[in-house]
């Protein structure tokens, strides 16, 4: 069978995204069109201007995804597009386009949920990576453990229950004064920390091992931040960022291998933007190395919002016979594993 | 000039395909605000219908603003895959200038207006020439109701409200004008397809842009700009 090429469009957050893959694991172009300097402006992403700039940017980034590929529309074979979970006028912005130029080529509609998305970024790093394997997924959005049975099926074993473990490094580094996107500065300055320096807690969620809880790691950080100034004591803020990115990490970890044991397998993936963290991928080689588990991770830039880790997905689910029709709609709050 | 034609800026979700001075078809609901699942199925339909293959488009014609953030991208959003995939360009009809044409045979100014909200409408006056062409007479922008009615005092002829607002703020205008209220029927009190075919028709193949230089005219900023200007001109201060 020929090669089957996909033009992917993803727009869940404040990236405007398009690529094109060939069969799931070939990279084919991979064009992102961060607006990460705006939103620093306002401290964290504004979705109407989000979804303002989507609509400006997304017919110059997807012409270059194609133009990039050495490809036109009509060398490929899909249209696929993220429609959720994400913001929804961010989202509807990429499905409404992809469904205008699906329809006017006569192209063949693929919806894709953005976590599967982040898993199937390992496909495109790896070309040697099958299910079944669990995995774990940690973004600004979402934290959670899924075991990948088989290609387009997946279950949940643990997510978080409030902030996901990117928010948490947001509020964090704005409480010390690092302002926005939280994790890459956290990342940077824990260098320069002791990471045992303060105790901060390792929350368990009852009634299930492998969900997640982060707020009340949050306040921790915010009432000793708040401690230490009332009692005049010199805050290091390297310490706090150390000793509060070895709290998450800790649990991050702890609850990966305690799915690992259960399932058995040889194989642990990381995926999303916080899974380009140096400290989380080093803490994830050690305990996967000393279970002799191979652990797979996407590149930094395969980690972060893009499209071409849709179009893996999407390759995926067009082998299994998966097409939307014209009234496919933003879902914000799509859960993984659900089709429409 | 042939056109494929959307407008999502309001409550109405509408469809129309243009060829030479015809409405070959329009498709047009008032149901819900579910746009993003009605439109461009409706548009699919209609071109089945009347044998209408999207490559025969010169342009896409959309509703480009003001009107609701999100369904103004809906439709800018759809326009725009489709201007890509098809290799032309879009014909930008501002929401308010269509509207008129709603009402293209009236003889005194008319007063299109949106609700936008915050105790604000989007409006502009505007009139049809001897000759039948919208002259605009104040350009449309977010303002309260008041002061464009107040503004309104500065034309003599009689007045046609059109549009939403004038639904929304229906006893503010009873209060105001009385038994000298002009309010179109609801066949042509709202946003139509048909009726951007029509000024997209008279603005003609000049004002089509290219596909990635187009984005909705908004006509206000969103609500974390206009904060963080007044913080920085507090800041100022």
Redesign the interface.
Known sequence: MAEVKILAIESSCDETAAAVVEDGRRLLSNVISSQIDIHT??GGV?P??A??K???R???V??KALSDAGLT?ADVDAVAVTYGPGL??AL??????????????GKPLIGVHHIEGHICANFLQHPGLEPPFPCLIVSGGHTTLARVKDYGTYEILGRSRDDSAGEAFDKVARAIGLGYPGGPKIDALSDEGDSSAIDFPRAKVDGSIYDFSFSGLKSAVLNYLNSCRMSGEEIRTADVAASFQKAVVDVLVEHSMLALEAGGEKRFALAGGVAANRHLRAAFEEACSARGVELFCPSPVLCTDNAAMIGSAAYYEFKNGVRH??????MPALKLGERL | MKLIALDSSGNVAAVAIFADGRILGEYRIDHKTTHSQTLLPMLSELCGRVDFAPAEADAIAVASGPGSFTGLRIGAAAAKGMAEALGIGILPVPTLEALCYCADEWKGVICPLLDARRSQVYSGIYRFSEEGSLQTLVPGEALPLGEQLERLEAYPEECLFLGDGSDAYRGALEERFGNKLHIARPHRRYQSAAAVCMRAGELGRGAIIKAEDFAPEYLRRSQAEREREERLKGEQA
Do not use: M
């Open positions: 402006l306002y504004v109407e201007i979804s303002r989507h609509t400006e997304i017919n110059r997807v012409r529309l929804v006028g509807l912005v990429g499905v409404s386009f992809a469904k205008g130029l699906a329809f006017a080529a029709d014209l009234s496919l709609n933003a």
